[in-house]
């Protein structure tokens, strides 16, 4: 249990005070909380969100300019209400700290029937309280009007309980969106040139700024990944879908920039993307620095990239980087082929480390040392024909 929820409810400004000494929260706070005005409004307020909510000083603080009560008869209804259907301490903290002004909501008129309602379709404990947390704000919309019709939407595209709650946890499907209006007509047009509906209903779950695109460019994005040759069939044409109705044109074109920089034409990027729709979703400072470590420092030829696309959404430092160097050391010691293809890099933390560190540790005592970004090739005495001595320890800070 958070320590703030041991603290024995005070009342006074003096005590609040107190309470903070005994925290030891930084005086810039104290300093900052004496500036507020009405402070014995703001002293009760703070002290509850503290004690009964479990919010940090500051956050108490920052709360209270949106909600003030003296006293806490009605907030302490709507925590009961919230703990009645499975919210914990934690659930509570967040659910406040996101939407401080449900505290002053009436529990019996705006939250049980929500709450009731939730429970009646079989959500409970944790999976209603994942829903409350995504979007507070559902607690005080309309029962009749938004939340119903946007569960039975829903319900009309995903079928089963886990689904609808993983698409209530974006907070997209709670913010008023007239859910037939918008969605059904995309959902319409992927049905129609058979997309499956377990394919759609991954969209609908996963990226739902996706598919509530406006329909005419919604078409239009359909029709441009359909000539690009995906197949409706396949996850990778939503994940096209996807990629490009969450971007510009301009930015469309900042990334095929970007690679066209490593000498590829566009037949070889539009490749990739065939590969691997999500390697056009990476940034295209992201693009030009994953490319110009692997091919500069690496000396991979850039038609490896577009082979394995996917390697453009690794981490640089926590895995590209290190695991790259690891191979190196692997290739000059003879240990692994030269032509080795970048599909480790899809490998797992755990396939790698026991596949290539612990596997040649033996071989290699330094190898670890290595993976864990302590010394570089150049430290190991190690140089590649192609001139590997530039390929150091200061690589893993100077490629950030």
């Given at each position: 249990m958070r320590p703030s929820f041991l603290f024995r409810r005070?009342?006074?400004?003096?005590?609040?005070?107190?309470?903070?000494?005994?925290?030891?929260?930084?005086?810039?706070?104290?300093?900052?909380?004496?500036?507020?005005?009405?402070?014995?409004?703001?002293?009760?307020?703070?002290?509850?969100?503290i004690n009964s909510c479990g919010l940090s000083p500051e956050t108490a603080l920052y709360a209270s300019q949106k909600i003030q009560f003296e006293t806490p008869e009605r907030a302490d209804s709507i925590l009961a209400t919230l703990r009645n259907y499975g919210c914990t301490n934690t659930h509570?903290?967040?659910?406040?700290?996101?939407?401080?002004?449900?505290?002053?909501?009436?529990?019996?008129?705006?939250?049980?029937?929500?709450?009731?309602?939730?429970?009646?379709?079989?959500?409970?404990?944790?999976?209603?309280?994942?829903?409350?947390?995504?979007?507070?704000?559902?607690?005080?919309?309309?029962?009749?009007?938004?939340?119903?019709p946007c569960y039975n939407f829903l319900k009309s595209v995903l079928m089963v309980n886990g689904n609808i709650v993983r698409a209530l946890n974006k907070s997209y499907w709670l913010g008023g969106q007239s859910l037939e209006n918008t969605v059904a007509p995309n959902i319409a047009i992927l049905k129609e040139?058979?997309?499956?509906?377990?394919?759609?209903?991954f969209l609908v779950t996963c990226h739902p700024t996706a598919v509530s695109q406006n329909t005419e460019k919604f078409s239009k994005i359909v029709k441009m990944v359909t000539e690009m040759g995906f197949d409706p069939m396949r996850v990778s044409f939503l994940k096209a879908v996807e990629v490009l109705a969450e971007m510009g044109e301009s930015i469309w074109e900042d990334k095929m920039e970007a690679y066209r920089q490593w000498g590829l034409t566009d037949d070889q990027i539009m490749s990739m993307f065939r590969?691997?729709?999500l390697c056009m979703k990476s940034s295209a400072k992201k693009i030009k620095r994953v490319m110009d470590f692997l091919v500069n420092k690496m000396d991979w030829e850039p038609a490896a990239i577009v082979r394995y696309p996917t390697v453009i959404l690794r981490s640089l430092e926590k895995k590209i980087i290190p695991w790259c160097l690891v191979m190196k050391v692997l290739q000059m010691k003879r240990?692994?082929?030269?032509?080795?293809?970048?599909?480790?890099?899809?490998?797992?933390?755990?396939?790698?480390?026991?596949?290539?560190v612990v596997k040649y540790e033996q071989d290699v005592p330094e190898l670890l040392n290595v993976y864990q970004g302590k010394i570089g090739i150049l430290e190991l005495g190690l140089a590649s024909e192609k001139g590997d001595k530039s390929v150091v320890a200061s690589q893993l800070h100077s490629s950030k």
């Open positions: 005070v009342g006074s400004l003096a005590n609040v005070g107190q309470m903070f000494a005994i925290s030891k929260t930084p005086m810039h706070f104290l300093l900052m909380f004496r500036s507020f005005s009405s402070p014995k409004q703001h002293s009760f307020t703070v002290a509850y969100l509570i903290s967040k659910i406040v700290r996101r939407f401080p002004r449900l505290l002053t909501a009436d529990p019996e008129k705006t939250l049980l029937p929500k709450l009731e309602f939730f429970r009646s379709v079989g959500f409970s404990g944790p999976e209603l309280a994942s829903i409350v947390i995504a979007n507070p704000q559902i607690l005080k919309r309309s029962l009749e009007n938004h939340v119903i040139i058979g997309v499956p509906m377990s394919n759609i209903s590969l691997d729709p240990l692994v082929k030269k032509d080795l293809s970048l599909a480790f890099l899809g490998y797992s933390e755990k396939t790698f480390f026991n596949r290539f």
